[in-house]
Each structure stands twice: as structure tokens, then as C-alpha cells.
């Protein structure tokens, strides 16, 4: 019991010291080795910090940091070569100034449903984000939940057919594909996009009279209109990100030979397990190229601007690698077993509520949607199957139900997208976090609760 009560001070820690703005790079490790202390496992602190937490945090690291690199670097270019402003211009004028939020929505949500990682769609669309709104003098503080609401809750979860890994991860487990009961995920996905912009939309009116703000942080470079590229020279490089994703991941990586990877070289790898990073890479550096070739004469210097995208992209990566190393570790202590089966066991009889609070808690504790997920589904993913069977509930139903869940307490204060986002907006969790966690995480629980509600009436 002691364990329990470690890990759910650790973690409360770690939510409100992360909102009063405590570097999550150091409060991940010193609240990590607190749990172990409560656990009752002290004395294998050091080991559990070089050799889990460490560990952890290095293998994501070292998976996702060309995808942080590649994406930064394609975001800064956007913003230096006047991209950003003339596609956020052309915004402003074809749907006004009072559908701000809902253009950037729709251009995260397009890169989102694509294939983009959330942490790509935050680089490249904060510069036409701020764009957009200091044309409009509305808010920045906003900004974060906007791009928010956009990559991370309803292309992420719900709508089928996406390419996040929150869509594929339940494939394997309940024997559907990523286009699983479309009907629901269609309606709760309008859903929480009409949700989120209704809330960003009153709140962007009640304080428009602040203003974009003066003196803010991390601000994309003005660039006068008449130096701005055309429109579609701007949004090339966005299609030839989606599009080459698609076709990298669905039609030319497939056909690649690849059987080295089947070496102990290569760690006897299933191709599977990178197709969709190897997919991205390519994706981003046909898009950089784009970029530079299509606006040569825009930049002032082109590798000063790739350098500064280069620089920017480290907070990001280490930020949420020590959150992946710290639910590495609070997930490897025994303590953690008794959270898992007390979340598991809360509706034996309704597996929808079940599998459902469970991707919940566990993505809130481990500060990941697909951490969450990725636990749920390997402790009990067979057994949910079985009771889908047992109790004749569609397995489409618990595909869905589970990737939309994945997508609610994982936006806690400790989250890394979280954190990510609000360090590229250059804003702080007390001036942004309410209105993420209103768009990312009240409003998606309450869809996904709604949604189990009517379908445990049907069943």
C-alpha cells in the first residue's frame, strides 16, 4: 500500500510542479526515485535509474529524436521562408478573423489524420498559428489549446482510417483494422472538434480585448507581405508531408527488401516496428527540400535557419524522453501491478467501462496515450477480446473505445506533447494549461463516456 500511495504522490508532484514551471527534465528523475523509495525498493535506486529510467528515456530518444530534429527544421523553414504568414493570411481571408481557431484545427487535423506525428504537426503549425493570430490580435495564450484540440484528440483517436499509432496499436489485439467501427468514431469525433471549438471560440471572445500581447516568447520572424512566397508555393511542402507519409508507409517501404533486418545487426527486427519512423524521415526531408528549393530567394540565410530549427528541437526531445523514462519506471515497480488490476477489475461485468478506465488511468500515470494503451492492452488485450466474445460486443467497439481513450488523461500537466507544445508556443502551463486540458482531456472523457453509455444501453 505504501508502493500505491508513492506513486500517486510522485505523480501529484509532478502535475502541479510541472504547472508552476519546474523543468520536467528534472523533476521526472528526482519524483521517479521517490516511487521506488515508497515502493520499498530504495536500494536499488542507482540501478533503476541507469538501468530503467535512463534506459527509457534513451531507447525513445534514440527512436524519435530524427523525427523532434526533422520536424523542427521543417517548421522554422515554413516560418523564415513566409510560408506560414501567406497560408495564414489566405486563411483570414477566405474564412474571417472570427474562424481563426477553426482554420488551425483543420490544417492540424489534416497533417494529424495523414499520418504526422502530433509533435511534427506542433513545429510546423505554430508558426502559421502565431501568424494567424497576431493578423487577428486575438490571444496567443490560445494558441496551445487550438493546435492541441486539432493533433491530439480527435485525427489522433477517433476518426478511422487515421495513421496515429493510437489507431493501430488495438489491430492486433482484437483481429480489426484502423478503419474499426467508423460510424462511432465518425460522431465522436465531429463531436469533440465542434466540443473544443465552442469552448476555444467563448474563451477567445471573452478576452479578445487583451489582444496578441506584447513581448512573448519564441515568436515566429515578421516578414513583409511583399516578400511572402505564393500560396501553393506555401502549401506544397505541407502536401508532399502527407502525401509522401502515405505513400513511403502504404506502397513503397512494403515492397523494399528488408530481410537484413532479420540479423542479429540489426537486432532481428520486424520491418513493421519502423515502417511508419523510416516513413516520416523520408516524408520530412522531401518536405525540408521542398522547402528550400521552391523559396531559395526568401530565406536571409538558410542555414541559420535550419541551425535554429536544430537548436529548438532539443528542449522538445528531452523533455519527452524523461517523461517516457519516468513511466518506464513507475510501470516496472511491483506497486504498479496493484494500480493495474484495481483499474482492470472496476466493471468486471461491462468489459466497455473496463477497458475504458483502464487506457485511462494508465495513460494519466504514465503521462503517454500510447504508454497507456500499449499497458492495458498487453496485460488484459486477450482477455477483453475474450469477454467482447463472451458478452457479443462488436470488437470493433473495443478498438475504438480503447484508442478513444488512450486520448483523455494522458493530457495531465506531466504530459509530454503537453509540455512539448506549450515549449514551442513559448508559453507556461498558467497561461495555456486550462484551456488544453478543457479540449484535450474533459471534453474527450466526456465524449468517450458518453459514447460507452450508449453503447452498453445497446448491448
Given at each position: 500500500m505504501t508502493g500505491v500511495i508513492g506513486i500517486l504522490l510522485s505523480l501529484a508532484l509532478l502535475m502541479y510542479l510541472a504547472y508552476r514551471g519546474i523543468s520536467v527534465i528534472i523533476l521526472a528523475p528526482v519524483l521517479a526515485m521517490l516511487a521506488v523509495v515508497f515502493a520499498g525498493e530504495g536500494a536499488q535506486m542507482l540501478?533503476?535509474?541507469?538501468?530503467?529510467?535512463?534506459a527509457k528515456m534513451g531507447s525513445f530518444a534514440v527512436k524519435y529524436f530524427p523525427i523532434f530534429l526533422l520536424g523542427a527544421i521543417f517548421g522554422k523553414l515554413m516560418e523564415d521562408s513566409g510560408s506560414a504568414k501567406i497560408i495564414a493570411k489566405t486563411i483570414i481571408n477566405s474564412l474571417g478573423?472570427?474562424?481563426?481557431?477553426?482554420?488551425?484545427?483543420?490544417?492540424c487535423g489534416l497533417l494529424t489524420y495523414g499520418g504526422v506525428s502530433a509533435f511534427v504537426v506542433a513545429f510546423a503549425v505554430y508558426p502559421l498559428a502565431a501568424a494567424l493570430f497576431r493578423e487577428a490580435?486575438?490571444?496567443?495564450?490560445?494558441?496551445?489549446?487550438?493546435?492541441?484540440?486539432?493533433?491530439?484528440?480527435?485525427?489522433?483517436?477517433?476518426?478511422?482510417?487515421?495513421?496515429?499509432?493510437?489507431?493501430?496499436?488495438?489491430?492486433?489485439?482484437?483481429?480489426?483494422?484502423?478503419?474499426?467501427?467508423?460510424?462511432?468514431?465518425?460522431?465522436?469525433?465531429?463531436?469533440?472538434?465542434?466540443?473544443?471549438?465552442?469552448?476555444?471560440?467563448?474563451r477567445i471572445n471573452i478576452y479578445k480585448n487583451e489582444g496578441y500581447g506584447d513581448k512573448q516568447s519564441n515568436e515566429p520572424i515578421t516578414i513583409q507581405d511583399q516578400h511572402l512566397p505564393g500560396l501553393w508555393v506555401a502549401l506544397l511542402p505541407i502536401l508532399v508531408v502527407v502525401l509522401s507519409n502515405f505513400v513511403f508507409q502504404k506502397m513503397l517501404i512494403p515492397g523494399w527488401d528488408t530481410t537484413y533486418l532479420n540479423t542479429d545487426?540489426?537486432?532481428?527486427?520486424?520491418?513493421?516496428?519502423?515502417?511508419?519512423?523510416?516513413?516520416?524521415?523520408?516524408?520530412?526531408?522531401?518536405?525540408?527540400?521542398?522547402?528550400?528549393?521552391?523559396?531559395?530567394?526568401?530565406?536571409?540565410?538558410?542555414?541559420?535557419?535550419?541551425?535554429?530549427?536544430?537548436?529548438?528541437?532539443?528542449?522538445?526531445?528531452?523533455?519527452?524522453a524523461s517523461e517516457v523514462g519516468y513511466g518506464g519506471t513507475i510501470a516496472s515497480l511491483g506497486a504498479f501491478l496493484l494500480v493495474k488490476e484495481a483499474v482492470i477489475?472496476?466493471?468486471?461485468?461491462?468489459?466497455?467501462?473496463?477497458e475504458v478506465v483502464a487506457v485511462n488511468v494508465l495513460a494519466g500515470i504514465t503521462g503517454s496515450a500510447?504508454?497507456?494503451?500499449?499497458?492495458?492492452?498487453?496485460?488484459?488485450?486477450?482477455?477483453?477480446?475474450?469477454?467482447?466474445?463472451?458478452f457479443n460486443i462488436n470488437p470493433e467497439w473495443m478498438h475504438r473505445l480503447a484508442s478513444m481513450a488512450s486520448g483523455g488523461f494522458d493530457s495531465l500537466p506531466?504530459?509530454?506533447?503537453?509540455?512539448?507544445?506549450?515549449?514551442?508556443?513559448?508559453l507556461s502551463h498558467k497561461q495555456s494549461y486550462k484551456d488544453i486540458f478543457m479540449v484535450s482531456l474533459?471534453?474527450?472523457?466526456?465524449?468517450?463516456?458518453i459514447t460507452v453509455a450508449i453503447l452498453s444501453f445497446i448491448i
Open positions: 540501478g533503476i535509474y541507469t538501468q530503467i529510467f535512463m478573423i472570427k474562424h481563426a481557431a477553426l482554420a488551425i484545427v483543420l490544417a490580435d486575438l490571444p496567443k495564450r490560445f494558441i496551445p489549446a487550438t493546435i492541441a484540440l486539432g493533433a491530439f484528440t480527435f485525427t489522433m483517436t477517433c476518426l478511422p482510417g487515421t495513421s496515429q499509432i493510437h489507431n493501430i496499436i488495438p489491430v492486433s489485439y482484437f483481429g480489426t483494422d484502423m478503419y474499426a467501427a467508423p460510424v462511432i468514431g465518425l460522431c465522436a469525433g465531429v463531436t469533440m472538434m465542434l466540443g473544443g471549438l465552442w469552448w476555444i471560440n467563448r545487426k540489426f537486432g532481428n527486427l520486424d520491418v513493421n516496428k519502423v515502417k511508419s519512423i523510416w516513413s516520416m524521415i523520408m516524408a520530412l526531408i522531401l518536405a525540408i527540400t521542398t522547402v528550400v528549393m521552391f523559396n531559395w530567394g526568401k530565406f536571409t540565410d538558410v542555414n541559420v535557419s535550419m541551425t535554429k530549427g536544430a537548436m529548438g528541437s532539443m528542449l522538445p526531445t528531452f523533455n519527452t477489475n472496476i466493471s468486471p461485468g461491462n468489459p466497455l467501462i473496463s500510447s504508454g497507456g494503451l500499449t499497458i492495458a492492452l498487453e496485460a488484459l488485450g486477450t482477455t477483453y477480446a475474450q469477454l467482447a466474445e463472451q506531466h504530459n509530454g506533447a503537453v509540455i512539448t507544445l506549450l515549449t514551442i508556443c513559448g474533459v471534453i474527450p472523457v466526456t465524449i468517450t463516456a
